[in-house]
């Protein structure tokens, strides 16, 4: 158990392929929504962040191993995302051969319109 | 008119570009479009602007952002305000 | 050296309770630079229901918006000053090089310190860093944030 503003992972889809599908519905009473803004409830670019956040700490903390945020090399936020919407984040992690502990992870954010809403890599060190 | 193309120069447009897109080194060439071809939006655009305007410290004004629109038409664009001669 | 107390940063951000994470501004030089404090208070919503053995650092996403608000304090602020109308919805674009290299708890105060270094029309480019006791704990290497007309949300 961690510290997280909200829950932001809704459901979770492994793939045969690794990768991991979060889903996330927006929703206007979720915790810190209502003063982003009072006038206009938008889901912060940061809970997307979180969304992935959560669902690769979920995928990595297995067998008693912790997985920290150690950097997020890119954010880049696209369409917003408003109450009502689901945010969908396609999840590809590796790890690399030089430093086996570091999980690198790049997700692919859309609404559920398809239009992409962001795409962020960042990187987890994970402790056995 | 077209500016004689300075290599060098183009290569340092070519490294802020491909920082900015995420791309590889050989994914992009003079012409590839940023918008078509690497998924780019207005975002990324005017991170590249940016990224020019502290490297040349020279300030390009935003109307400029619609003519950027691959490497070639950014040392152009480049070249008039940095001022650069062949 | 310019203090703002926290109801004075309401004039200036449209953030409220209880994701307004800049508690005061306790340096402030327009159109360049800004300090800004957050007290980081176990009473905070996303400490909710965690028990003894949970982990209590402080997230780092809420310390990245954090230090995004004190950047558009920086921004918008010093926009008011000059006598510019900027209207629109603040939104966080994009950064990148975030690094992590420390944590914070209940009872840490988050002191962060935001560069601005350009600003483009409705889009403005900071680089910061959050510490606690002079400890670098986030290093943000740029962000981009940009105001959006509420029709093209």
Known sequence: MYASPLSAVDKTEIGADGTVTAIKDIVADDPYLAGHYPHFTIYPGVFTIETVLQAARAALEVDGATAHLVGITSVHFKAPLLPGDRLTADLTMDRSTEAPSIVRVKAKCHRADGQS?????????VRP | MTT??????????????VEVLEIEDDEITPTSMFIEDHDADSLRAIEILARIEKKYKIDIPQAELPNMVNLSAVYEVVAKYAGWQD | MTTIQHADIKRILPHRHPILQIDRVVEFEQDRRIVATKAISGSEPCYAGLDADADHAFPVSLMVESLGQAGGVLWLHS???????????????????IVVTGAAYPGDVLRHVVELE??????????????????PVVTVGSMLAVLRADEDL
Not at chain 1, 117 to 125: E, H, K
Not at chain 3, 119 to 125: I, P, Q, R, S, T
């Open chain 1, 117 to 125: 809403c962001g795409r962020i890599t960042l990187a987890l060190r």
């Open chain 2, 4 to 17: 004689a193309i300075n290599q060098a120069k183009m290569d340092e447009l070519r490294d802020i570009a």
């Open chain 3, 118 to 135: 350009s600003v483009k029309g409705d889009n403005a480019f900071m680089r910061g860093e959050v510490r606690v006791d002079d400890r």
């Open chain 3, 79 to 97: 926009a008011a000053l000059s006598g510019e109308q900027h209207t629109g919805t603040l939104i966080f674009g994009s950064a990148r090089d």
